[in-house]
């Protein structure tokens, strides 16, 4: 608007159309310098929006592509209703999107993310005591334990995904509940807002489409991303194992270089580096994926290309120990079990990646044409732009309740959380039973507040919480392929219990996992799945 009231103080003080002032100056004189629109990128001192996409400075040719220009002076009032416009259409963005709840209506939970931590918490929250709004950039839970059996076709995809609104039917079938595939990309604390930015491919009025939530209480569970060490080529070149799409990529890759090395005129050398798959990383998840990779190898690949079996080889780098979480025997048991499987294990740390080779800091060049990245997780770049209080590692702080401490009705849980030092708890580790343990503490939270009407925004404060969250370690499990697998109970390292290897600790791995997967549907699919790879083999017949 200030275009428009310099213009209008002009025809004031002249008496007339800019009195002795022609238009040219006015336009001029104003579009000399930049015009620096309000954003929301630099909030006041007490606002607590974290991060928000600014809103891009004008110079004065945006002023002449809006078909504002040089006019005689009798066409003023036009240039000046196009400037009104134009100020009110820049000064302040407009998003569109849920506006802040009623009195009378139900209070509103915002959940951010679709993990373990954000699905249990979902699966419980009484649906007739607060309105359900999920945002996240995948419309499913992925059942990550049994992940990497997907890249080698024991299991199907579609088994261990588990589509949210099946969790928390309310998504689907209450009108005021909502699920958007949408990525979280600003909070407002003051305001109790969220904003969002679609998933899309084009389709919508405006790319990027972004829209506001108002929220009564907020759950951040937007989980964490790999951690790479910032080493050089890791994001371009290898791939992760923590969502389906990264399950089907390595699948298409294992088959799309078993099917290139059997091409004529391929060299012996060029062909032992297309079947090379390599591991980096010797946690639970490296070791299963390359249990799983030599299991098929060993049944599948042998059998149905033949001509290429002797050159197929996994290697599993690790800077220390594998499974260095499990009992010294489990260890070396996994250890010489994946040796007899033909797993070649390295120890080693990797200074840089290239397309076709990755080099260790001793100078060893690794070459490769499958490259797999499980060196653990870390912060999310959204939880890093966070304006709140950060825990050791740089998760969201939280208390004992699971509270973000400094704001009103914000809780974080799951990966991307982590109790604050005053605390005095340890950050828990990024475990899949952590995360679920968390989801059900803080929905039985929730409904119990709810029912004490402690759901709106600002409400809770005279509500006692009840006890804090102490979780407790179960054990771990893992499978290091050919029906073998460890099972360690024992609640931490240095404590006693129960620890075991061998084919009974798998039939307790599977049976463990079955009863573990969210729905009856999955489970039979699971199962299903089991049954025919044992009779009938390992699909490989499709590259997509």
Excluded at 46 to 53: D, P, Q
Excluded at 105 to 124: M, S
Excluded at 232 to 247: N, P
Excluded at 444 to 452: M, Y
Aim: net charge positive; proline share 5%.
């Amino acid at each position: 608007m200030a275009l428009a009231r310099f213009a209008r103080n002009s025809w004031t003080r002249s008496g007339g159309p800019f009195g002795n002032s022609r238009i040219e100056d006015v336009f001029y004189g104003v579009s000399s310098r930049q015009c620096c629109l309000p954003s929301l990128e630099n909030p006041g001192e007490n606002n607590n929006l974290s991060y928000f996409s600014s809103i891009k400075k004008v110079n004065h040719m945006t002023f002449w592509s809006r078909g504002i220009r040089v006019t005689p002076h009798y066409e003023f009032p036009s240039a000046e209703m196009i400037a009104e416009e134009y100020d009110a259409e820049y000064v302040e963005p407009r998003y569109p999107g849920l506006e802040a709840t009623k009195p009378g209506e139900k209070p509103r939970v915002v959940v951010l993310g679709t993990g373990w931590a954000a699905c249990r918490f979902l699966k419980g929250l009484d649906n007739k005591i607060f309105d359900i709004v999920c945002i996240s950039p995948r419309n499913h839970m992925v059942f990550t334990p049994l992940l990497a059996s997907t890249c080698v076709g024991t299991l199907e995809f579609r088994s261990v995904a588990e589509p949210v609104s099946q969790i928390q039917t309310a998504l689907a079938k209450d009108p005021n509940s909502y699920f958007y595939l949408a990525s979280c990309i600003g909070i407002d604390t003051n305001k109790h807002e969220v904003y969002c930015e679609t998933v899309s491919n084009g389709g919508l009025p405006r790319d990027p489409y972004q829209f506001k939530v108002a929220y009564d209480k907020l759950v951040i569970a937007a989980g964490a991303e790999p951690l790479t060490f910032g080493i050089k080529g890791v994001y371009e070149h290898a791939y992760f194992l923590r969502e389906v799409s990264h399950a089907q990529e390595i699948r298409k890759k294992i088959l799309l270089n078993l099917m290139l090395s059997e091409n004529p005129g391929i060299s012996e050398e060029e062909k032992k580096r297309l079947l090379h798959c390599v591991v980096i990383g010797g946690g639970p998840t490296g070791v299963e994926f390359s249990g799983e990779l030599s299991d098929f190898i060993m049944k599948d690949v042998r059998d149905r290309y033949a001509h290429v079996k002797d050159y197929v080889q996994v290697t599993l780098i690790e800077a220390n120990e594998i499974l260095s979480s499990f009992d010294v025997g489990l260890r070396q048991y996994a250890t010489n079990h994946l040796n007899k499987s033909g797993v070649c294990l390295m120890r080693g740390v990797v200074k840089e990646v290239h397309p076709k080779k990755i080099v260790l800091n001793d100078g060893t060049d690794v070459p490769y044409g499958l490259l797999v990245w499980s060196t653990g997780v870390g912060p999310s770049k959204f939880v890093k732009s966070l304006n709140l209080p950060k825990s050791p590692g740089g998760r969201i702080g939280v208390d004992q309740w699971l509270r973000v401490p400094s704001v009103e009705d914000v809780f974080a849980l799951g990966d991307c959380a982590g109790f604050l030092e005053q605390t005095g708890k340890p950050v828990l580790p990024a475990l899949a039973q952590v995360a679920e343990r968390e989801g059900k503490f803080l929905v039985k939270l929730f409904n119990r507040i709810g029912k004490e009407n402690g759901g709106k925004a600002f409400s809770v404060k005279d509500i006692p919480l009840g006890e804090p969250f102490v979780y407790t370690h179960l054990g771990s499990m893992a499978s290091v392929g050919r029906y073998k697998a460890l099972v360690d109970l024992r609640q931490s390292k240095d404590a006693k219990g129960i620890s075991m290897a061998g084919f009974l600790s798998w039939l307790i791995w599977r049976s463990a996992y079955l009863t573990r997967v969210v729905s009856w549907r999955n489970r039979f699919y699971v199962a299903v799945n089991w049954a025919t790879t044992l009779v009938f083999g390992r699909d490989n017949s499709r590259i997509g």
